[in-house]
């Protein structure tokens, strides 16, 4: 059984850093990519950043600069580093596997129930 558990939200001042970390069990991280989205209220889900089973890496525009995707794989666990938070930064952060091929791209299949990030003074 798959399970991804993010762990690391909260309310931060604008300005603030935070780390969010996600917990995998049932899958490998270290095999497949690895991705955070985030929801904000109101607005469609979108790609945070991503990181491959070789370890490249990409981001959303927005947060290009800010935030730093890692994983540990002894740990089996996925990292969010983010800096130089903004209110707009507010939103429910959920990690994610790729593993579901489409197209010639692989897309997420499996998700985590998301964590909180509130960015206000």
């Known amino acids: 059984q798959v399970q991804l558990v993010e762990s690391g939200g909260g309310l931060v001042q604008p300005g603030g850093s935070l780390r969010l970390s996600c917990a995998a069990s049932g899958i490998t991280v270290s095999i497949f990519t690895m991705g955070w989205y985030r929801q904000a209220p109101g607005k469609q889900r979108e790609l945070v950043a991503r990181?491959?089973?070789?370890?490249?890496?990409d981001y959303g525009d927005s947060v290009k600069g800010r935030f730093t995707i890692s994983r540990d794989n002894g740990k089996n666990t996925v990292y969010l580093q983010m800096s130089g938070l903004i209110p707009e930064d507010t939103a429910v952060y959920y990690c994610?596997?790729?593993?579901?091929?489409?197209?010639?791209?692989?897309?997420?299949?499996?998700w985590g129930q998301g964590t909180q990030v509130t960015v206000s003074s």
């Open positions: 994610n596997r790729q593993g579901r091929y489409s197209g010639g791209g692989y897309y997420p299949d499996y």
């Open positions: 990181i491959s089973s070789g370890g490249s890496t």
